[in-house]
């Protein structure tokens, strides 16, 4: 499964980098507006820190404006994804995007039939928002089991199913298990992952015990 993370906040998107975990970013024009900084500026920084894609997103809805747009997005990196929101002009825009070689994540996806719908379309990503789902008392991680199923009907779809809206672990875990492709996760989700109160308090015994030999694995290579 691949980590992309969903934050336009590049000190948080250079740390997480560092961990060589990280295969690409989302961005949403309320990400954007979180980060105060210039829109193109911002992307320009995140494309030259992750190699993978990271997903810019348009904010005219109609079709001839979004493929202006998509065009302007695309030209700032080669590893852009324009994304492009989950209505019949969206879609247009993806079939003609992707028609040219443009990577799409087509995005605010709540049902099924609109996933059929994206991957017709020539979607490199469509993300399905699990969290907001649950917000509306449905069931997320649902609507992924249901998309990986009808995708993994059909070979000559494409399209990776990208977990968006992500809340907690729980999320990441049970969508890898559906073998969804990707999941977007928050910073703090992502950095969550890694913690586990016993290892924290194996390695502090590990450690205490160490200590106790007196040796020192360093010492030992000068020696
Ligand atoms: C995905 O690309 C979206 O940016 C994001 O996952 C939305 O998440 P939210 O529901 O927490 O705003």
Not at 155 to 171: D, I, K, M, W, Y
Request: net charge negative; proline share 4%.
């Amino acid at each position: 499964m691949k980590f992309f993370v969903d934050t336009a906040d590049t000190k948080e998107i250079r740390e997480l980098a560092a961990t060589g975990l990280l295969d690409g970013v989302t961005t949403n024009p309320s990400l954007v507006a979180k980060a105060g900084r210039d829109f193109f500026e911002v992307l320009e920084e995140i494309c030259d820190i992750v190699e993978g894609p990271v997903s810019a997103e348009v904010t005219a809805t109609d079709h001839e404006t979004m493929l202006k747009e998509g065009k302007a997005l695309a030209k700032l990196a080669g590893n852009i994804a324009v994304k492009v929101p989950l209505t019949v002009d969206g879609l247009k825009t993806c079939k003609a995007l992707s028609s040219e070689g443009t990577m799409v994540n087509v995005t605010l996806c709540f049902s099924a039939g609109q996933a059929i719908l994206a991957a017709k379309a020539g979607a490199t990503f469509i993300s399905p928002f699990v969290g907001r789902l649950d917000d509306v008392g449905a069931d997320g991680l649902q609507l992924i089991s249901e998309i990986v199923e009808i995708y993994n009907q059909y070979p000559n779809f494409t399209t990776e199913v990208l977990v968006a809206s992500v809340r907690g672990p729980l999320h990441v875990i049970e969508s890898a298990k559906m073998g969804a492709h990707v999941a977007t996760l928050p910073p703090a989700v992502l950095r969550g992952l890694f913690n586990h109160p016993l290892t924290d308090k194996g390695l502090a015994a590990f450690l205490k015990d160490w200590e106790g030999t007196g040796q020192s694995i360093l010492d030992r290579l000068k020696s």
